[in-house]
């Protein structure tokens, strides 16, 4: 039976892809929604994720068991029209830097529980994708075929338009926002430039800032949030597929013939204003886009047409922060450094949460009161 709530009024702070997703399941099933962002929609976090759509690599059983069913959310998206060009599924391409032993070890833990990993070769490379550079690749590099890649702007955009179909109140422009208690409940936010909405729930999804919007609850969740920096190139006939995850840069195809590039060697580089935003030398920049360049099989030069700076959401132990704060009942945090993958099935089990008031088990682990 699927749970209906026509009377439950929710107010979702933050226009990133989490708070987006949770307010469309919310509406979906059945709950008034407003969502609430201090400028437009998209215009954190999620607008500058390389969004690579995996559980590659070491983490607990529980994160990768909610990584893979938010990969198989997007495999039902990708299904349901497979000519977007901005979800996408054509693997995933990996290698550290000089650690043959290392790349052994972690293939061997992800076949261990059931990922999809192949180890593969500069002979053999060609096969997961001919636009990769042998000549740039390790010794030995793993291919993870079931990875896939998804454009958040693109993902936000279509999602908007369906909470618009549903007559989901969007304020955008609000400012900062705190929670508004009564007693000890939650009862709704206040915005710095579109005043008071009252509710019977409140989630918090305001990416790196969200520890920041939550303690003067009395609520302490660790930020380990780091400067990060998203690079998009110029139109090119570049024809890459996969993603790739190398040691001097990260990079994934993007829609319009562009590609989306980052890295964290250079985060070092990257200087605070004194107005909260961010600067890098365009030189940094221009190394970056070179190393990209060196992977695509031509060695063609990238050039960067944009960049965007500022905070990526990591909570302090590196682990999603979800769920219904025990201190503040009627709060909901959604705090996580794998937003893009775990968007869409974390809107879900989150909408389910808020509307039926019952713990979704996969959501056990990643509440705000491990931290004690």
């Known amino acids: 039976m699927s749970v209906k709530a026509e009377s439950k009024t929710v107010v979702v702070v933050g226009g990133g892809v989490l708070g987006v997703s949770t307010a469309l399941h919310l509406a979906k099933l059945g709950a008034t929604v407003t969502l609430v962002t201090e400028a437009e929609l998209c215009s954190g976090a999620s607008g500058r994720s390389l969004s690579w759509l995996n559980s590659a690599g ?7 068991a909610l990584r893979m069913a938010g990969v198989d959310r997007y495999r039902t998206l990708f299904a349901q029209d497979p000519t977007r060009d901005w979800l996408r599924f054509d693997g995933g391409l990996f290698w550290p830097d000089d650690d043959v032993a290392g790349t052994h070890a972690r293939h061997a833990y992800e076949k261990a529980h059931g990922y999809d990993s192949q180890l593969i070769d500069p ?7 001919a636009q990769v550079n042998a000549q740039a690749m390790a ?3 793993i291919f993870n075929p079931g990875e896939g890649w998804v454009s958040l702007p693109h993902l936000i955009a279509f999602l908007a338009q369906q909470l618009r179909a549903l007559a989901v109140k969007i304020v955008e422009h609000a400012g900062k926002a705190s929670v508004l208690t009564e007693g000890q409940r939650a009862c709704g936010i206040r915005s710095e430039k579109a005043g008071d909405f009252r509710a019977d729930a409140v989630l918090v999804a305001c990416g790196p800032w969200t520890p ?12 380990g949030s780091p400067v990060s920096m998203l690079v998009t190139s ?3 006939a570049h024809g890459l597929k996969v993603v790739m995850n190398t040691p001097r840069a990260a990079v994934r195809p993007n829609p319009g013939s562009t590609l989306a590039v980052d890295h964290d060697w250079y985060e070092k580089d990257i200087v605070g204003q004194p107005d909260g935003s961010y600067a890098i030398a365009e030189s940094v920049v221009q190394t970056l886009m070179q190393e990209a360049g060196k992977l695509l099989a031509d060695d063609q030069p990238l050039e960067a047409q944009s960049w965007k700076l500022g905070l990526k959401p990591i909570p302090g132990d590196g682990n999603p922060v979800l769920g219904e704060l025990e201190k503040v009942p009627g709060c909901f945090v959604a705090f996580t450094h794998s937003g893009a993958t775990l968007a869409l099935i974390v809107g879900e089990l989150l909408a389910g949460e808020i509307v039926s008031g019952e713990k979704h088990p996969m959501l056990a682990t990643f509440r705000a009161e491990r931290f004690g």
């Open 212 to 223: 920041d919007v939550v303690a003067p609850l009395g609520v302490d969740i660790p930020n």
């Open 123 to 129: 002979q053999n490379v060609a096969a997961a994708d």
């Open 234 to 236: 110029k139109p090119g």
């Open 58 to 64: 070491e983490r607990s059983l529980e994160y990768h």
């Open 139 to 141: 010794e030995t590099a």
